[in-house]
């Protein structure tokens, strides 16, 4: 028999998420059928999604999200032992999965992970996976961005807001981009090529956005919502689009009770901006696509992407409350 361990929701969050949210449980696991395999976990992914979710699933509930494991054990011929596979198989240090299986997310089945030409295979949880599918899919798709235009993008130092700004650059695009940190705006302008970065936590937004966009904004990637996001709507140009990727400003609030915003619709009736939400599940069919394409340029060395790294299983708590705290610079992961 194996034993293994997996973290379980021991309370819901109230607030920002805390250690004793969670508890570690350690349990056998079962021999394998036909069409599974056993799987032990390499890098596991915190992300931002997993604070408002947790309102939907009952205590006890395993910790759910995405990893890059071996496959150690198969009874499936698609899935060999020794390869690396990315799949939904939660906060597991070792599971045994059906791989059959298609998952509630919506997100593509376990693969195995593509040849990423040598570079670190935790990166399928991040540029070369969901959040880089998300920054790719999502931005291009809505925004539809032309050479020439300005894009603003918030949340622009975390894994999905660098990525959408070095696309924006990649596209011809001016890009204006907010973040929590001076280091982290220093990082947006210096290493990654934004025309202009800010700290939204010490920054007039208004009037920086006046002096860095005064011909306005064509673009906008939201990922935080709040008053920052209806400050730059306000700023938009005629015809403007809006992608609406995640609103992280108020995940840590009580869902009954969330905070109000300025008034957007002005602006969106007024200058007829488009504004959509998407779940990056839309592009499934496509997420070998993306992958390519921003494999292509990291290769071309027109993308970069940073991983904060939380080292040890015991410590999934830790690094997904120090990235919901904004410590983290790129994608959180941690590697086993
Ligand atoms: N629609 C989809 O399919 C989809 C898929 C993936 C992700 N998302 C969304 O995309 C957004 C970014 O996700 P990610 O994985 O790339 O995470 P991330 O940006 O790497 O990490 C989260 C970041 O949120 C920022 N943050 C925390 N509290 C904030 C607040 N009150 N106001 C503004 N920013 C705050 C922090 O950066 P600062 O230091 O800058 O505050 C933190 O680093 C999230 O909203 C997420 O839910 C959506």
Not at 90 to 103: H, L, P, T
Not at 199 to 205: C, G, L, S
Not at 226 to 249: E, H, P, W, Y
Request: hydrophobic content about 40%; some cysteine; proline content about 4%.
């Amino acid at each position: 028999m194996v034993k293994a361990r997996r973290f379980v929701l021991a309370k819901h969050f109230v607030g920002e998420p805390k250690e004793d949210d969670f508890e570690l449980v350690e349990e056998e696991l079962p021999d394998l059928k036909d069409g599974e395999i056993r799987v032990e976990a390499v890098a596991l992914s915190v992300d931002p999604y997993m604070r408002p979710y947790s309102v939907n699933h009952p205590v006890g509930t395993t910790m759910f999200g995405s990893q890059v494991a071996r496959i150690v054990e198969s009874r499936s011929e698609a899935y060999p032992v020794g390869k690396l596979v990315v799949g939904q198989f939660g906060w597991r240090e070792r599971a045994v999965v059906d791989v059959g299986k298609q998952d509630l997310t919506g997100l593509p089945k376990p693969y195995i992970v593509p040849d990423f030409k040598g570079l670190s295979k935790s990166l399928a949880l991040g540029v070369l996976g969901m959040t880089g599918n998300t920054a790719y899919f999502g931005f291009l798709e809505l925004c539809k961005p032309k050479a020439g235009e300005t894009v603003a993008v918030t949340g622009a130092a975390g894994a999905v807001g660098s990525t959408v700004g070095q696309i924006a650059k990649i596209k011809g695009c001016k890009v204006i981009g907010f973040a929590g940190s001076d280091d982290k705006v220093k990082w947006l302008t210096s290493e990654l090529g934004f025309d202009h970065a800010f700290n939204y936590k010490t920054t007039d937004i208004d009037e920086a956005l006046k002096k860095a966009a005064p011909n306005g904004i064509d673009c906008y990637f939201d990922n935080v919502g709040g008053k920052l996001s209806s400050t730059i709507i306000k700023q938009m140009n005629n015809f403007g689009r809006i992608s609406v990727c995640g609103s992280v400003a108020s995940y840590n609030e009580d869902p009954s009770n969330l905070p109000e915003a300025p008034i957007i619709q002005r602006a969106i009736v007024g200058k007829q901006l488009k504004m959509e939400g998407f779940l990056v599940k839309r592009w499934s069919n496509r997420w070998l696509e993306g992958i390519n394409q921003l494999l292509q340029w990291i290769v071309e060395g027109k993308l970069k992407y940073n991983e904060t790294v939380t080292r040890g299983f015991e410590n999934m708590p830790t690094a997904f409350i120090e990235m919901l705290q904004g410590k983290n610079v790129g994608k959180a992961v941690v590697k086993v």
